[in-house]
């Protein structure tokens, strides 16, 4: 690899990526022969810069939150010519970047890409939607995203996402759900469903624990009109990475989905919402090559 596009969200992390730039750059340029850097000014910028340049490039890079990954991947996924992909995580949650083991603090993690560890991965596609990397979901999920405040968003971090959630479990707003995958099927009243390609949400190992990003699969799991102590002991149970039973959830693997809401309900596709269901949802198996994450050593002085 010689040529590389760090493209950076210079509010990612309150502003602490842009104050280790040159740091990151000038490690990059250690290695690679060319290394252009696009400051983002508004929403748009980097997937503007994907497509401008992405089939020339051997590697892009996502310096951002996990907003800025979904706007560089919807670009990158969809290039006839795609180059390889990483992330330099610089918000508050960084789902995706943690589903590829990549260490939190971008200094650690320019040392993870530079380390060439590559691996095709899946992507799904929501029709009409896009592409996503971590999870698509409706109901509930998209409701607890709504009740985070971006300031205790930045000062509890995933923790808001805990809190927030149970303060929505106790007034749940179930909606008449219709789903079909290839082997399994659902009709019924429903507060919340989420297809996963990652394994994280909101920071935490989440709703998928043991999920793979190369078995052509999306996790699938249906949270059934239940009660406030059925769901949340679900969700404390990925803290502790252990499955309750129970008749309030369904889950399944597919690689594809049709999703069908009365009423129609708002879709939360990695953390981005605007767009409403029906949907048609499908995995594109091994679709992106990314530089994984492995555990590097570091030192405190």
Not at 86 to 93: D, E, M, N, R
Not at 154 to 163: C, P, S, T, V
Not at 249 to 265: D, E, G, M, R, W
């Amino acid at each position: 690899m010689e040529s590389v596009e760090l493209i950076v969200n210079p509010k990612a992390g309150q502003g602490r990526m842009i104050q280790q730039l040159k740091s990151i750059t000038d490690r990059l340029r250690q290695q690679f022969r060319h290394v252009d850097v696009t400051v983002t000014k508004q929403p748009g910028d980097g997937a503007k810069r994907v497509w401008k340049v992405g089939a020339e490039r051997d590697l892009i890079i996502a310096a951002g939150g996990d907003g800025t990954v979904y706007e560089v991947v919807n670009a990158l996924a969809a290039l006839n010519q795609r180059p390889r992909f990483a992330i330099l995580p610089g918000g508050t949650c960084n789902d995706f970047s943690r589903a590829l083991g990549m260490e939190q603090d971008p200094l650690h993690a320019v040392e993870q890409i530079l380390a060439y560890n590559e691996k095709q991965i899946d992507v799904g596609y929501s029709q009409p939607g896009g592409y996503f990397l971590n999870f698509w979901g409706i109901g509930l999920i998209t409701r607890i995203s709504d009740g985070i405040d971006s300031t205790e968003k930045e000062r509890l971090g995933r923790l808001a996402y805990y809190m927030s959630a149970a303060q929505h479990l106790q007034v749940t707003r179930p909606f008449q759900l219709e789903v079909k995958g290839t082997e399994v099927a659902f009709t019924g009243p429903a507060d919340m469903l989420i297809a996963g390609n990652g394994s994280f949400v909101g920071g935490v190992r989440g709703f998928f624990p043991y999920s793979r990003l190369d078995d052509g699969m999306m996790d699938v799991l249906i949270i059934k009109e239940t009660s406030f102590e059925g769901a949340w002991s679900m969700l404390l149970s990925h803290l502790t990475k252990e499955w309750p039973e129970s008749d309030d959830f369904l889950y399944f693997q597919t690689p594809s989905l049709k999703v069908k809401a009365s009423p129609a309900q708002e879709v939360d596709c990695d953390g981005e919402k605007g767009r409403m269901t029906p949907t048609e949802l499908t995995i594109l198996p091994r679709h992106l090559t990314v530089l994984m994450g492995e555990r590097i050593a570091t030192t405190t002085s």
